[in-house]
């Protein structure tokens, strides 16, 4: 599945508000779907590659040979889900906001996968 298709089908995910694919070396954001005047997706891919690249320096300085899954920002009305891409070569996330009363975080994490798995650069 391209990257079109693929923002297409996370929009699909139960209380999606936005969704982006974002490269964490650069901070550009390589596609995006949804957002809006409050959410300006743009602006959060920026932001939360600061985010992966501090977990992957905290992981490295405390010896944890891991990899991160995902990393989840609970906010009061929505979660924020960053899911780095290891199916793909390179440094990319994806990154998806939730209203948290139309989600379902455990569903939504799974489909994030499965879309990974999907996803062709």
């Known amino acids: 599945m391209n990257i079109e298709a693929t923002l297409k089908e996370a929009m699909t995910i139960d209380g999606a508000l ?6 964490y070396e650069s901070g550009m954001t390589l596609g995006a779907l949804g957002g809006g005047p409050h959410l300006d997706l743009e602006v959060a891919g920026a932001g939360n590659t600061e985010v992966v690249r501090a977990k992957q320096r905290t992981l490295k300085s405390i010896n944890v040979d891991d990899r991160i899954e995902d990393i989840l920002i609970t906010l009061g009305k929505q979660y924020h889900l960053i899911r780095p891409l290891t199916s793909t070569r390179g440094s990319l996330f994806l990154y ?11 569903l939504a994490r799974h489909n994030l996968k499965r879309l990974e798995s999907s996803l062709e650069i």
């Open 96 to 106: 998806l906001a939730l209203d948290r009363e139309r989600s379902n975080l455990a």
């Open 18 to 23: 936005g969704v982006s694919l974002v490269d």
